[in-house]
């Protein structure tokens, strides 16, 4: 047998190479290394020398076995710390991603935009009518003369600035319904108008804030009739709150619409089967009704050819009412408590 | 304002095979909305203003005669009339009325022999179901009355009205008079009161009587005493004495004038029943007002168009009928007792749909001609920047346009009735709101900005206030720098091409704001963006670092290096240190490929100018 150190190191060397993985390296250490392994066979075999020769080529054996162990436990723990940093990578991808700051639009704005939406796939336009308003704008001209008790209805705040002889004094419109003459004024029919606008009354308690936001819808048109306020509303019900939700529109009575409505949706905290929250499974929207004759007059429009239908909803009662998010006091939303703001 | 009717006290009216939930459902879908039932038999009735007739027993059986057959339930009217008979009898009233408007219609009788003891059971406990406490027999009998009918009345003691007179007038100003309730009121000027023969007023006309007249147990005679007053007037004392009563309530929209007499009538058959009593005057009745019979032409297309669907000439005719309207030829008389409500055609239109019920319309969306307006571009504008702040970490505030008088912002306007002081101005600024939030949320987090999109008021001669949308932006923990960058990338996004001025103000404490006109933003925003076309050539970016003085804004400085070159490509601000002012210049020739042998040259000329302009050196 031809002991060839020389050869048997190379080629224990680039094993060791190509090993790379524990179990590769293991059948690797009993090859070369192992109780039954060249080495020790290399070892075994070199009895049968002279003392002279078994003396030198058992301190090569002894040498190359060292070398070898060295060469495995360097590999060895190699192995052992790719190993480990894979698995730190892999840990590394599970930590939750490095977020932009992203700020909070207010839900206010949310509902707006929901509602503008709705409304702008039914050819609504948009606008915006002034927060501070002439009472003629406000009462006046929707049919409601100074001294009106209907008035009363409306908790109004009055701006301290002189009264105009003809536009009376200066308040604070307490619904979007000051934006309808101001419409009609602009003398172009015919209107699908969405006025959502800032008003303010002189409440506040859970249900109540002095400043909110109410939508106003408004059509006028030849040949506008109830059928058409009941499809509209049907729409924006069905989209903003669900295809399930039902409707009903009750009598009522407002100066500025004839007939006029309450508009009732079922409730959505219990589905309309009735619960402490609701009128027997139903609760109230808001108002809506065909435009009055006298309003229309008074936006230089002919009653007799051109008819309407109008409605004004709170934004913030609409966003509270639909199932969701359920706001116990609605002055949160004016409040900012930034860990209020946050959770939108 | 809602009113409480008992179903079983409605069955002396009406007859028929609809249930207390029936009533209820058919009520709240054709008329007035129910709101709770109580113990199964009591209706709380949300009651409109136009409807002050329905304020009673009689009136809610009125309405449930048309809209319990429109939903399939029986309904057969089995109250009979009190039978009218002449009253006479030697007992007088002197009565002068100063004002006959103040007064439509005055009607009294006395009775003589009464004797005051407690109702009938059966008095009581209708009273005690619609929340009144029995009184006595007579007191009893108005008040019953009263929820019955929708009249209210009073009772005098007759003998206590000094010399049997009462003249109608309007008070004066600090006039006092002590009511039923035992309360000393001092009045303003123009109540309607009721003075006796002695110059003492003795009633508190339409809303309460005096104490110095009241019937008590030794009462003898009875002035039964049942009116028409001027709402108006009524609704007004009423609110300035602070003194709602069931009466006023029903006084201020307005009794049926034709059901005076007959409520009057049913009084004094209650009041000989339960007092022994009898009639012991004639019957006073003063018309001052003239009703005219009111007739509306039915327009059976008009109401056609309103309801959007063909609605029968029968349907629309016994509908009418059955809400007590006379058709007669092609047009319908309006009864008395809804003579203030019914005005026009759309008002017959909606007696005659709401009976028809609004259920049974279809719903259409409208189509027709084209609406001229298009969306203005400020709300385009206005979402944009929304979000553009947003996604750069602010977050949205929303704050009421009525503050403290601190919070408001220089010039503020005055609210004349504000809830109280915490809001009793209109904000002319949307800063110190946004300040006052920062502060509030001290702990959330070291950097953080606030922003709010909203009008603030400015005061303007003769005219409304000037009501301009304002951008305002408030952070805590952000450099000053890095604010005015928001804001210059913000523009530049909505595409404000030119110049905009703002100011970013430091409010001590790591705290900086900035406040803007968003409608001019608006109108200046959308702005063509410049196209230059695309070079294969590419560009040099070198850094230069000059010393400043601080004399010549960064602006100036940029502009010459800018010109120095038309290879001059940008300028942008890189870093400052000190005094050195490192920029960082991109060079592009968009002819042939630019050296630094090029670049080079054009530095020379650019710290040629700088020097030569502005005395400003390179950093060596």
């Given at each position: 047998m031809k002991l060839d150190i020389d050869k048997l190191r190379a080629e224990a060397e680039k094993e060791l190479r190509d090993a790379g993985v524990h179990e590769k390296l293991s059948a690797w250490y009993s090859k070369f290394l192992g109780k039954k392994g060249i080495v020790r066979n290399f070892l075994a075999s070199i009895s049968d020398l002279s003392p002279e020769e078994k003396k030198e080529m058992g301190k090569k054996i002894n040498l190359l076995k060292s070398d070898l162990e060295k060469l495995y436990s360097d590999a060895f723990s190699l192995v052992s710390s790719i190993k480990k940093d894979s698995q730190i990578t892999e840990f590394y991808k599970t930590l939750p991603g490095k977020r932009p700051e992203v700020g909070h639009l207010h839900l206010i704005t949310q509902a707006i935009r929901e509602i503008d939406a709705v409304f702008a796939r039914l050819g609504f336009v948009r606008v915006r009518y002034p927060e501070v308003d002439w009472d003629y704008f406000a009462f006046e001209a929707l049919n409601m003369p100074k001294a009106h008790p209907a008035r009363d209805e409306w908790e109004t705040f009055f701006v301290d600035l002189p009264e105009d002889p003809k536009m009376g004094k200066v308040v604070v419109t307490p619904h979007t319904s000051s934006g309808q003459v101001r419409e009609m004024l602009k003398a172009e029919l015919p209107i699908r108008m969405l006025n959502i606008s800032r008003c303010g009354r002189r409440q506040i308690d859970l249900n109540h804030v002095p400043t909110f936001y109410q939508f106003e819808g408004l059509v006028i048109d030849r040949g506008i009739s109830i059928s058409h306020l009941k499809g509209v509303l049907e729409y924006l019900i069905h989209n903003f709150f669900g295809k399930d939700t039902k409707f009903r529109l009750r009598p009522y009575d407002f100066r500025f619409t004839e007939p006029s409505f309450e508009v009732d949706v079922t409730c959505g905290l219990c589905g309309g089967k009735?619960?402490?929250?609701c009128k027997g499974g139903w609760v109230e929207l808001g108002g809506a009704g065909m435009v009055h004759p006298n309003v229309l007059k008074a936006g230089g429009i002919d009653p007799e050819v051109y008819s309407g239908f109008a409605f004004g909803w709170g934004v913030e009662r609409v966003l509270m009412m639909r199932s969701g998010i359920k706001i116990d006091d609605i002055r949160l939303l004016f409040e900012n408590n930034m860990k209020f703001l946050e959770q939108f | 304002m809602n009113v409480l009717i008992p179903f079983s006290w409605i069955k002396d009216y009406v007859k028929t095979d609809a249930s207390v939930k029936d009533v209820a459902e058919a009520l709240s879908m054709h008329?007035?909305?129910?709101e709770r039932i109580i113990d199964d038999d009591v209706l709380e009735i949300e009651v409109?203003?136009?409807?002050?007739?329905?304020?009673s027993v009689l009136g809610i059986s009125r309405e449930l005669m048309a809209v319990l057959p429109a939903n399939g339930f029986t309904a057969e009217w089995i109250k009979e009339e009190v039978q009218s008979k002449k009253f006479s009898g030697k007992d007088k009233l002197d009565v002068r009325i100063d004002d006959p408007s103040l007064v439509p219609r005055f009607s009294a009788i006395v009775l003589d022999n009464v004797k005051i003891k407690s109702s009938p059971d059966w008095v009581k406990e209708r009273l005690d179901k619609v929340g009144i406490r029995s009184i006595n027999n007579v007191v009893d009998v108005t008040n019953y009355c009263m929820v019955e009918l929708g009249q209210p009345m009073h009772a005098f003691d007759y003998d206590k009205i000094t010399d049997h007179k009462m003249i109608v007038r309007s008070s004066e100003k600090g006039e006092v008079i002590t009511t039923l309730d035992s309360v000393k009121r001092t009045l303003p000027e123009g109540v309607i009161v009721i003075e006796d023969g002695s110059g003492r007023l003795i009633d508190l006309c339409g809303i309460m009587g005096g104490e110095n007249t009241e019937v008590t147990a030794e009462t003898k005679k009875v002035l039964l005493f049942v009116q028409m007053y001027d709402p108006v007037k009524i609704r007004k004392s009423s609110m300035s004495l602070g003194h709602r009563t069931q009466a006023a309530l029903r006084f201020e929209k307005g009794v049926d004038f034709e059901g005076i007499i007959p409520s009057l009538r049913v009084a004094v058959k209650m009041l000989e029943d339960f007092t022994g009593g009898d009639v012991s005057s004639e019957l006073i009745d003063i018309k001052n007002f003239h009703y005219p019979e009111k007739k509306i032409k039915i327009d059976y297309e008009r109401i056609n168009r309103v309801a959007g669907i063909e609605i029968g000439k029968d349907f629309v005719n016994s509908s009418l009928s059955s809400l007590g309207f006379i058709i007669k030829d092609g047009e319908a008389i309006v009864p008395s007792w809804r003579y203030g409500d019914i005005e026009i055609v759309e008002d017959l239109a909606e007696e005659v749909i709401r009976i028809y019920g609004y259920q049974n319309l279809p719903s259409l969306i409208p189509s027709g001609a084209l609406p001229h307006s298009t969306i203005e571009k400020k709300f385009l504008v206005e979402e944009k920047a929304k979000d553009f702040l947003k996604y750069n970490g602010f977050f949205e505030c929303y704050n009421y346009s009525m503050t403290p008088k601190n919070l408001a912002g220089p010039g503020p306007l005055k609210i004349k009735n504000p809830l109280s002081g915490d809001f009793a101005f209109l904000r002319s600024s949307l800063i110190p709101k946004l300040l006052d939030i920062l502060n509030k949320n001290k702990g959330y987090s070291d950097k953080v900005g606030v922003f709010e999109l909203g009008p603030v008021f400015l005061a303007k001669n003769g005219d409304l206030p000037d009501q301009p949308f304002m951008l305002a932006m408030a952070t805590r923990g952000v450099e000053y720098l890095e604010l005015k960058g928001y804001v210059e990338a913000l523009l530049d996004d909505l595409g404000v091409v030119t110049d905009f001025a703002f100011e970013i103000v430091d409010q001590g404490n790591g705290i900086l704001s900035c406040e803007m006109c968003f409608d001019e933003i608006s109108s200046m925003a959308g702005g063509i963006k410049g196209y230059s076309p695309l070079t294969t050539f590419n560009s040099i970016k070198e850094d230069i670092t000059l010393l400043v003085d601080g004399n010549v804004p960064f602006k100036k400085i940029e502009e010459v290096v800018k010109g120095a070159?038309?290879?001059?490509?940008r300028v942008c601000f890189k870093d400052m240190f000190k005094d050195a002012l490192t920029l960082s210049i991109e060079f592009l020739d968009r002819d042939k490929q630019i050296t630094s042998e090029d670049t080079s040259g054009i530095r020379e000329e650019i710290v040629k100018r700088l020097g030569s302009l502005y005395g400003i050196k390179l950093k060596v």
């Open positions: 009735g619960c402490r929250f | 008329a007035l909305s129910v409109t203003p136009n409807r002050g007739d329905a304020l070159d038309a290879r001059v490509k």
